[in-house]
């Protein structure tokens, strides 16, 4: 088991041709784990360039520890700003996208999706994020994120200690199906059970604590599992 880090990360391709792009500066609530799903991603142009040009031409460092998930975004706007002001916009991956010069992360949700997403909670707060961010190729991050506000507005919230959805009022856990994982991820899953949890977690695109509650909820069952409903 690993120690989460959560913070501000860095990429820098290191053997980039003088014309092109060499920093991508980006946030997550569990830095080691993000930095592993940019390595066999393919939705953002980092992700692809990684891919093409081989892991080993790139460096990955921490530029900053966040201790609160809501400073993330503006402590990564610091940074991609330091980046592009010492170096020059021109090398930065958030800035050069080719396939989407609109939006410095592919990845991240635009306003008619996020709206979308907001309706699908608000019909049924109880939704596999998992199931969505299929549905949407997002990072499930983000669809905790959308969900965040609508939670809390419904009575619930995240327990850190706890690691799930608790009512707001008792803390009591919740009979929850947010976290219930696709028969993709289970398939992906069961074909790769030996590897290491970490790896596992990065390979399902799933969170740890997800991946421990599946494992637990599998054996109990005696190997059956519903798996979330697709949307």
Request: proline share 4%.
């Amino acid at each position: 088991m690993y120690n989460i880090l959560q913070g501000i990360y860095l990429i820098e391709n290191v053997n980039a041709r003088d014309d092109s792009p060499r920093f991508y500066v980006g946030k997550a609530i569990d830095i080691f784990q993000r930095l592993n799903q940019h390595c066999i991603g393919s939705t953002q142009y980092i992700d692809k360039t990684i891919v093409k040009e081989g892991v080993t031409n790139f460096l990955f460092s921490v530029l900053e520890v966040v201790k609160k998930e809501e400073d993330l975004v503006s402590r990564e706007n610091y940074w991609i700003k330091s980046y592009g002001k010492k170096y020059g916009n021109e090398k930065l991956y958030n800035i050069k996208l080719p396939e989407n010069k609109n939006n410095l992360n592919p990845t991240k949700p635009d306003l008619k999706t996020k709206k979308e997403i907001e309706k699908l909670f608000q019909k049924d707060i109880n939704r596999s994020i998992y199931s969505i961010a299929e549905k949407y190729n997002l990072d499930w991050n983000e669809i905790v994120k959308i969900r965040k506000p609508i939670l809390k507005q419904q009575g619930y919230k995240w327990n850190k200690k706890k690691r799930c959805i608790v009512d707001s009022n008792d803390n009591k856990p919740e009979k929850w199906n947010g976290g219930r994982i696709t028969q993709k991820q289970l398939d992906y899953i069961l074909a790769n059970f030996d590897k290491e949890p970490k790896d596992l977690s990065i390979g399902s695109k799933m969170s740890p604590s997800d991946l421990n509650l599946f494992k637990e909820e599998y054996k109990n069952s005696g190997n059956n599992y519903n798996v979330a409903p697709i949307i």
